[in-house]
């Protein structure tokens, strides 16, 4: 059974940082590529990050490429999501997700997703 949990998500205050984990299960990552979004209340699901597990190749949005980092470890078989300088606009819900394919933010390229899991920036 494929599955993907996200993980290290929490409270936070303005300026901090988090690392999400994901981690897979019932399939390995080669040849996916694994990326990373969010949902914040009442918006759409936006695309932030995605990482070819092949190559490492890496694609950012531009709302988030100076402060998040996305990365791999194959051993792991678990994909992370380092988030810095972190504000109250990111406060949302994370999902991470995979596909059989190449890289992109678009939603309908992803065929498997995580549960989500909350992010909340504030003092």
């Known amino acids: 059974q494929v599955q993907l949990v996200e993980s290290g998500g929490g409270l936070v205050q303005p300026g901090g940082s988090l690392r999400l984990s994901c981690a897979a299960s019932?399939?390995?990552?080669?040849?996916?590529?694994i990326g990373w979004f969010r949902q914040a209340p009442g918006k759409g699901r936006e695309g932030l990050a995605c990482?070819?597990?092949?190559?490492?190749?890496?694609y950012y949005a531009d709302t988030v490429k100076d402060r998040f980092t996305i990365s791999r470890d194959g051993a792991k078989n678990t994909v992370y999501l380092q988030m810095n300088a972190l504000k109250p606009e990111d406060t949302a819900v994370y999902y991470c997700?995979?596909?059989?394919?190449?890289?992109?933010?678009?939603?309908?390229?992803?065929?498997?997703w995580g549960q989500g899991i909350q992010v909340t920036v504030s003092s």
């Open positions: 997700a995979a596909n059989y394919g190449g890289l992109g933010l678009l939603e309908h390229m992803y065929d498997y």
């Open positions: 019932g399939f390995t990552m080669d040849y996916y590529a």
């Open positions: 990482i070819s597990t092949l190559d490492g190749n890496t």
